[in-house]
């Protein structure tokens, strides 16, 4: 289990006309992101900074983003470790008001913007999953979705184009065993009858540790 918001949620801070707004989101992967972060550098196109911090997949990753050394990358990133969030991350942008703020003013503004979006933000405990992503030929639909419902399995995503495939989502530990009786279901044996390495012609199984989003369904 961990913990992690379930919306995107929105901080401020003002200080001597400087203005820092920060916006806090669930995050999956480092090209979510990215994505992201161009969109907010449209949309505040004379914010003179985006700094922020995200901790994702175990990675945690800073930027002051022109700012003094350590006044704005890491502060936000202390608020994340502090409520001790995971699959997230920050983004401060800053309006310069006329005056200098110093290193203290600056730590305390990317701070409190960031903890203020914080406390805004819906937190939620999250169990940890991995994802079965299957390819399979046509003839393979009935029988698949038939032993999905079966062993009562959850959707993730779906794509039924040129190359079909769907997500399921699983606890790491029960993945090998979901596999298995998927193969046994579609060959139509019992799961004891199949060796580890069975293969069904025309279904293939690849364990993901995150899922594959609508933005990027190429993945594997």
Same mark, same amino acid.
Request: aromatic letters at 10%; charged letters at 25%.
């Given at each position: ?70 006044? !704005?990358? /890491?502060?936000?990133?202390?608020? #994340?470790?502090?409520? *001790? +969030?995971?699959?997230?991350?920050? =983004? @401060? &942008? ?52 038939? !032993?999905? /419902?079966?062993?009562?399995?959850? #959707?993730?995503?779906? *794509? +039924?184009?040129?190359?079909?495939? =769907? @997500? &399921? ?52």
């Amino acid at each position: 289990m961990y913990k992690t918001i379930s919306e995107d949620s929105v901080g401020l801070y003002k200080d001597r006309g400087s203005k820092f707004i920060a916006f806090a989101f669930h995050c999956d992967s480092e090209d979510q992101f990215s994505l992201e972060l161009q969109r907010i550098k449209k949309s505040h196109r004379k914010s003179r900074h985006f700094c922020y911090a995200y901790s994702i997949d175990g990675l945690e990753r800073c930027s002051d983003d022109g700012e003094p050394s350590g006044t !704005a990358g /890491k502060p936000i990133l202390r608020q #994340i470790q502090k409520k *001790e +969030l995971k699959q997230i991350a920050v =983004i @401060v &942008i800053r309006y310069f008001g006329g005056t200098l703020l110093g290193t203290g003013g600056l730590i305390q503004a990317y701070k409190a913007a960031t903890a203020d979006a914080l406390a805004h933000a819906k937190v939620i405990s999250y169990e940890l999953k991995h994802y079965i992503k299957i390819e399979f030929e046509y003839r393979h639909l009935g029988p698949l979705m038939s !032993a999905i /419902k079966k062993y009562k399995l959850t #959707i993730h995503t779906q *794509e +039924l184009g040129k190359d079909p495939f =769907i @997500v &399921i989502s699983c606890h790491p530990d029960a993945c090998s065993d979901i596999i298995q009786h998927i193969k046994a279901s579609i060959s139509k044996k019992y799961p004891s009858e199949l060796h580890e390495d069975f293969k069904v012609e025309g279904l293939a199984f690849l364990t993901l540790d995150r899922p594959i989003s609508p933005r990027n369904q190429s993945a594997s």
